[in-house]
C-alpha cells in the first residue's frame, strides 16, 4: 500500500489548482480523480467567466474569494500560457431607461458613499451591491451608450463591469493538473474512493479505492464536486447533502462569434438561484448561450428540448441576430448546490462551505459559481493550512509548463517556420479550427496520460468547430490508432464510454 503526505480527491479547477499549490513543496501528493481526465466534471461545463463579485452577498467568502481570484487570475493563466481575456460585462435592462435621478449623460450618479440605491431600479440595486462588495470599475450606462459599446444588443440600459473576463475552463484545469504532475504530483485516474478507513493513527487515513487499491494519507482534500457531501459523511462530517442543478448551453457557429464583443447578461431572475440565460463569448471565438437552472433529483447531465427552445428564445430577444441554423452544439453541467429547490430566496445566498474535519482534512462544498474564479485563492488558504500542518521544505523551483501551442494562433512567417521544423504541423486534421497533426500528437503524449478523445478535444480545439467532428474524428483515430491503442480501447471520454467494437472489415475484433 502506497502511502502519501496529501490525496486530493477530484481533479476538477479546485483540486488542479490544489494539487499545483501543493507541487511547490517537498510533499508526497496523489490526486484520485473517477473520470479518465482531469476537468471531467462541473469544471467542464460552465461558462467560463472570471467573476468580479458583483452578485455576490457583502462578507461573504465568496465575495471575498471571488474579488482575490479575480485580481491574480490574469498572472495565474500567464504561468500556465493558458489564454485569458478581459473583455467585461454588461448587464442590460430591456424596459425602462436609467432611473430619472441619474444626471443626464452622467454614469456617476446620485449613489455616494455606498449609502444604497437612490430608486429602485434593478440596475442601481446591483450597482450598489457591488459597490459594497468592492467590485472595481462599476457604472451604469444608457440606451446611447449601450448601442455604441454592443450596436447588436437590444436594451435600454446596462451596468458595465469592466473588470469580468473570460477563460477557457478545459484548458485553465488541466493547465494546472498537468503543472502539478510535471512537478511531481502522482494522478490516478478512473478512480473513486469508495470508503474511508479511520486507523490507529490520528494523522493517517486510509482510502478504499475502486477495483480494490488502497492507499493512506496523512492530509486529505476532499474537491470532490458532486461527491463532496459523500466524502464528508465517511469522514464523520454529516449535514451536507449535494443537490444537482443542471444548467443547459448553446454553442453557436464562429460565424456569428463578431456579433458580441463582452459578455451580456440580463437582470438576474429574483425567483431561482441563478443569474439566467445570458451570451458569453468563447475564447475560440463561439458564442455560448446560457445556462438555464433546473433542480434534478441524479445526475444526469442530458439536454432536453424544452431548455433548448427557452434559451434560444431569450438569446433572440437580446441578440436578435441570432438564428437557429446558428447552433452547433447542446450540452449540460450540473452544478453542486447545498441546498434544495424552493430553498434560495436571491441570488448567492448560500456561501461556500470549507470545513477542515477531522485534523488536516478539509472539505471544499458547495464549490459553484464563482468557483472557477476564486479556484486559485482557494488553492493558496488550503494549502497554506496543510503547509502549516507539515512544515515541508519549499522547492528550489518549479518545473516551468506551458499550455499547448496552436498553429491557428501564429502568422503566417510563424506557421511556416513551424512546418519546416516539423512536417506534421503541415497536416491538418480538424479543419473548422486548424488544428493539425502535430497538435494531436502533442496532445496524446499528455503528462497525465489521458488517452480518450475529449482528452484530445480539450487540448486541442479539434472536433469542437462547426462540424463537431464529423470530418476529423476517423483522422484522430487513425493517429491514435498509429500510436499504438487499439481501436476497441478508443473512449470518448468517461470509463467505458468505447466508441468501437472492431473494424468493419477484416472480420471485426481479434
Not at 145 to 152: C, K, V
Request: charged share 25%.
Amino acid at each position: 500500500m502506497k502511502r502519501y503526505d496529501v490525496a486530493v480527491i477530484g481533479a476538477g479547477i479546485t483540486g488542479a489548482f490544489i494539487a499545483r499549490e501543493l507541487s511547490r513543496y517537498d510533499l508526497k501528493v496523489v490526486v484520485i480523480e473517477k473520470g479518465s481526465d482531469a476537468c471531467s466534471g462541473t469544471s467542464r461545463a460552465n461558462s467560463g467567466v472570471v467573476h468580479s463579485a458583483l452578485y455576490n452577498f457583502p462578507g461573504s467568502e465568496k465575495a471575498r474569494l471571488c474579488l482575490e481570484g479575480n485580481s491574480i487570475y490574469e498572472s495565474v493563466c500567464s504561468e500556465l500560457g493558458v489564454p485569458y481575456r478581459k473583455c467585461g460585462k454588461l448587464i442590460v435592462a430591456q424596459e425602462g431607461g436609467l432611473p430619472e435621478a441619474w444626471k443626464e449623460g452622467s454614469c456617476d450618479g446620485p449613489l455616494e458613499d455606498n449609502d444604497g440605491p437612490a430608486t429602485d431600479h434593478p440596475l442601481e440595486k446591483l450597482l450598489a451591491r457591488g459597490r459594497e462588495v468592492g467590485t472595481p470599475g462599476l457604472h451604469l450606462i444608457d440606451k446611447a451608450a449601450l448601442n455604441e459599446m454592443e450596436p447588436n444588443i437590444e436594451g435600454t440600459a446596462a451596468l458595465v463591469s469592466p473588470e469580468s473576463a473570460i477563460v477557457s475552463p478545459c484548458a485553465t484545469t488541466i493547465a494546472a493538473a498537468e503543472s502539478a504532475v510535471v512537478n511531481g504530483v502522482e494522478f490516478i485516474l478512473n478512480t473513486s474512493v469508495t470508503d474511508v478507513v479511520s486507523t490507529e493513527k490520528v494523522s493517517e487515513h486510509l482510502l478504499k479505492l475502486t477495483g480494490g487499491a488502497e492507499l493512506s494519507a496523512r492530509s486529505v482534500v476532499n474537491a470532490a464536486g458532486h461527491g463532496a457531501g459523500i466524502i464528508a459523511e465517511k469522514f464523520g462530517l454529516d449535514g451536507f447533502t449535494i443537490y444537482p442543478c443542471r444548467g443547459e448551453y448553446l454553442l453557436m457557429d464562429k460565424a456569428v462569434g463578431h456579433l458580441i464583443s463582452r459578455m451580456i447578461y440580463l437582470i438576474p431572475p429574483e425567483e431561482i438561484d441563478s443569474l439566467g440565460v445570458h451570451l458569453t463569448p468563447t475564447i475560440d471565438g463561439h458564442i455560448l448561450v446560457g445556462p438555464t437552472a433546473e433542480f434534478i433529483d441524479i445526475y444526469d447531465p442530458s439536454t432536453t428540448t424544452p431548455k433548448i427552445v427557452e434559451m434560444l428564445t431569450v438569446a433572440q430577444e437580446i441578440l436578435p441576430d441570432l438564428e437557429k441554423r446558428h447552433v452547433i452544439r447542446s450540452f449540460a453541467g450540473l452544478r453542486p448546490k447545498l441546498v434544495p429547490a424552493g430553498c434560495v430566496t436571491e441570488y448567492g445566498d448560500i456561501d461556500f462551505e470549507i470545513k477542515e474535519f477531522p485534523e488536516n482534512v478539509h472539505h471544499l462544498l458547495g464549490i459553484e459559481s464563482p468557483g472557477l474564479t476564486a479556484a486559485p485563492v482557494i488553492a493558496r488558504e488550503t494549502v497554506a493550512k496543510i503547509v502549516g500542518y507539515f512544515e515541508p521544505d519549499v522547492k528550489e523551483s518549479m518545473v516551468p509548463y506551458t499550455w499547448y501551442p496552436s498553429l491557428a494562433d501564429l502568422g503566417t512567417d510563424e506557421r511556416q517556420m513551424a512546418i519546416e521544423q516539423d512536417p506534421n504541423e503541415g497536416v491538418v486534421v480538424c479543419r473548422c479550427e486548424g488544428i493539425t497533426k502535430a497538435e494531436i500528437l502533442r496532445a496524446l503524449d499528455n503528462p497525465l496520460d489521458a488517452k480518450g478523445l475529449n482528452g484530445i478535444k480539450y487540448r486541442t480545439r479539434a472536433m469542437m468547430g462547426r462540424c463537431q467532428s464529423g470530418y476529423c474524428t476517423p483522422k484522430i483515430t487513425d493517429i491514435m490508432i498509429d500510436e499504438g491503442i487499439r481501436l476497441e480501447e478508443i473512449e470518448m471520454g468517461t470509463p467505458g464510454s468505447y466508441l468501437f467494437t472492431g473494424p468493419v472489415k477484416g472480420g471485426g475484433p481479434e
